[in-house]
């Protein structure tokens, strides 16, 4: 029985012996895992700061074009008000000449700069057949 109980010690030690190399062997990988996630995890956050720092450098710029096409966006408005109000400038213009004319009767006769426009010819000759109409 004395001999039982060695050969029972020994296989109680192998036991344990085998059950802490395992355990040795977990903990090592383990280890091991965990200074792969510690890499990466590394290599995510670097990754992180250069994405971070990329979309603040296009952000910069987007708001820096905004700026801009408002600007230029105001120009176009401030320029086409003003070329609205030159071409209902020219037209009252246009149309003052063409009523004055035709009011005073003024014939064809004029200086060169102060040529009748198409529009003014055909507004004196429509009034000329109507007076005559009406005489």
């Known amino acids: 029985m004395y001999i039982d109980q060695f050969w029972i010690g020994v ?8 059950g802490i190399v395992f355990l040795l062997l977990q903990v090592q ?31 910069t710029g987007s708001v820096g074009i905004g700026q801009r096409l408002m600007t230029a966006e105001k120009r176009l408005n401030k ?15 246009l149309f003052r000449r063409q009523a004055d004319r035709v009011l005073k009767g003024r014939e064809v006769e004029t200086v060169e700069d102060d040529v009748p426009s198409r529009s003014e ?8 057949k109507q007076k005559m109409k009406s005489t």
């Open 11 to 18: 296989l109680i030690a192998g036991l344990l012996t085998v």
């Open 29 to 59: 990988k383990m280890k091991h895992g965990q200074l792969m996630l510690q890499r990466e995890k590394q290599a995510l956050e670097s990754r992180l700061k250069s994405l971070e720092s990329k979309i603040e450098f296009l952000n």
């Open 121 to 128: 010819a055909k507004l004196m000759a429509l009034v000329s």
């Open 79 to 93: 320029a086409l008000e003003r070329q609205d109000d030159l071409v209902h400038s020219n037209n009252d213009q």
